[in-house]
């Protein structure tokens, strides 16, 4: 049994076949089949029940599968720790960073990181909270930004908490406040976020306490998007105030919102309770308190 079986192995799965896996490997699907063959063998059990184009995995597949992504999370830790031994004159970040505000919070901290570690080459994800946590449980990420985790599988370091604005059309009724309260706004279309950003539950459920449920009028990712689609007429979208103040534009108008205490964007830098931290993600935490970011004031 071979890392690079279990590799291909793990890629059929996740991949839903023989052909994608060999994309995503760079080799044949031929050679795909045959590492996967291999295994089976030297197991003496099949893994994936083949059904024609697709695949399923066995009983035996099961096993196999959550023991390979165990081995190969040991694998990569152990040239994680080995890379550490250059203090950082090579290695790799693997880091997830959330959609919003990236711009704002991180490309000067990104670019202070490259300019103290120029060897250390990085891989950037971005996403909603849930898909970064799910990289990090699988060991595609070894650190990522996301909303504060209450899953007790995270250790985290704090980073920034930010009260969320309320972005409006410039003819809403209540365009003239200067500040209004989240039950103000529930005959206004909501734009929400992308279904993998915990920001969306938080604000159902501030909403649902305040007696509402929001109506949807869209979902994006972007943020700037989203800020055009209120300028078109479509809605109201909260975003973080460190986001909302650099998109302002004609045709919106920025309110303090009042809002259950828990609706902030109170984002932390997360990785897997217990697991080995690279020296080039703890490099990336100390340069984070280096500069920190305090608590905003509406």
């Not at 604005?165 to 206004?188: F, S, V």
Request: net charge neutral; hydrophobic share 45%; charged share 20%.
């Amino acid at each position: 049994m071979e890392f690079k079986q279990l590799r291909s192995f793990i890629e059929v799965v996740h991949r839903g076949g023989f052909t994608q896996a060999g994309k995503t490997l760079h080799i044949s699907q031929s050679a795909v089949s045959k590492q996967v063959a291999q295994l089976e063998h030297s197991l003496g059990t099949p893994l994936l029940d083949r059904i024609g184009p697709h695949v399923r995995l066995t009983a035996a597949g099961q096993v196999v599968l959550q023991r390979a992504e165990a081995m190969l999370r040991l694998q990569t830790e152990l040239v994680s720790e080995l890379d550490d031994l250059n203090q950082l004159t090579r290695g790799e970040l693997r880091m997830g960073l959330p959609q919003l505000g990236g711009d704002t919070l991180f490309a000067g901290l990104f670019a202070e990181y490259r300019r103290r570690y120029p060897n250390v080459s990085i891989q950037l994800l971005e996403g909603g909270s849930r898909n970064i946590e799910q990289a990090i449980l699988a060991g595609e990420l070894d650190i990522g930004g996301s909303l504060l985790p209450t899953d007790p599988a995270f250790a985290w370091q704090a980073f920034c908490d930010e009260p969320l604005d309320a972005l409006l059309p410039l003819d809403h009724p209540l365009a003239r406040h200067t500040q209004i309260g989240l039950e103000q706004l529930a005959d206004t279309p909501f734009l929400m976020y992308q279904r993998s950003f915990v920001l969306n539950d938080r604000l159902l459920q501030a909403c649902q306490q305040l007696g509402f449920t929001p109506r949807e009028s869209g979902r994006s990712g972007q943020a700037d998007f989203l800020v055009a689609l209120v300028a078109a007429g479509q809605g109201v979208v909260l975003l973080p105030s460190v986001v909302a103040r650099g998109l302002e534009r004609p045709g919106v108008v920025r309110l303090t919102l009042r809002a259950p205490d828990f609706l902030r964007w109170d984002i932390a830098f997360i990785w897997r309770k217990g697991a080995y931290l690279s020296k080039a993600a703890q490099a990336w935490l100390a340069l984070l308190r280096e500069y920190p970011i305090s608590r905003a004031v509406p």
